[in-house]
T-cell receptor, first 113, second 112 residues
Framework: GESVGLHLPTLSVQEGDNSIINCAYS??????FIWYKQESGKGPQFIID?????DKRQGQRVTVLLNKTVKHLSLQIAATQPGDSAVYFC????????????FGTGTRLTVIP | NAGVTQTPKFRVLKTGQSMTLLCAQD?????MYWYRQDPGMGLRLIHY???????AKGEVPDGYNVSRLKKQNFLLGLESAAPSQTSVYFC???????????FGAGTRLSVL
């Protein structure tokens, strides 16, 4: 499945399938991006980050792709598991000041057993 | 390693009451933040601090005050709570302005 965060805030996938969660960012000068996972009743948890001098970064079962041409970020989760059910949101780092991280509203991923 | 710890986890206030939320981090981070999270909205920054003894306003500072007397602690105060301040509050910290921000588990506040 694939989701654009602002237009399709929910995504349902079968257990074992791959998930793709998308995020459009606003500022072409943004140089650092972070994906967070937030389970119900918990705080946001860091998943993976990527800097603007890269277009791909892989972690354990997750891959982040960055397309600076269209200002688009995606999070791919391989072999989705029930424990992956959560809200996922991207954060965009704009500028050099301390108040420079801006968060999207997120996409809710539901894994169907 | 506890990371970022918030207390209390839950609180119910009556309109006009005051309270303080405590955030403690054990990662020696310079930067600390207070956010609120409301349904359908992204995290919104209330106040932040770039080091011990410093504070600055974020996007939605009205009705809140903060203090950073010790590097590891960041306090968020509500002097006269209003129903509009019903929300989930998250504290976060990070080493520098281009690093991962780590979050606490949150405080659920209801103002009646």
């Amino acid at each position: 499945g694939e989701s654009v965060g602002l237009h399709l805030p929910t995504l349902s996938v079968q257990e074992g399938d791959n998930s793709i969660i998308n995020c459009a960012y606003s500022n072409s000068a943004s140089d650092y991006f972070i994906w967070y996972k937030q389970e119900s009743g918990k705080g946001p948890q860091f998943i993976i980050d990527i800097r603007s001098n890269m277009d791909k970064r892989q972690g354990q079962r997750v891959t982040v792709l960055l397309n600076k041409t269209v200002k688009h970020l995606s999070l791919q989760i391989a072999a989705t598991q029930p424990g992956d059910s959560a809200v996922y949101f991207c954060a965009e780092n704009k500028g050099t000041g301390a108040n420079n991280l801006f968060f999207g509203t997120g996409t809710r991923l539901t894994v169907i057993p | 390693n506890a990371g970022v710890t918030q207390t209390p986890k839950f609180r119910v206030l009556k309109t006009g009451q005051s309270m303080t939320l405590l955030c403690a981090q054990d990662m020696n981070h310079e930067y600390m933040y207070w956010y609120r999270q409301d349904p359908g909205m992204g995290l919104r920054l209330i106040h932040y601090s770039v080091g011990e003894g410093t504070t600055a306003k974020g996007e939605v500072p009205d009705g809140y005050n903060v203090s950073r007397l010790k590097k590891q602690n960041f306090l968020l105060g509500l002097e006269s709570a209003a129903p509009s301040q019903t929300s989930v509050y998250f504290c976060a910290s990070r080493w520098g302005p281009k690093n991962i921000q780590y979050f606490g588990a949150g405080t659920r506040l209801s103002v009646l």
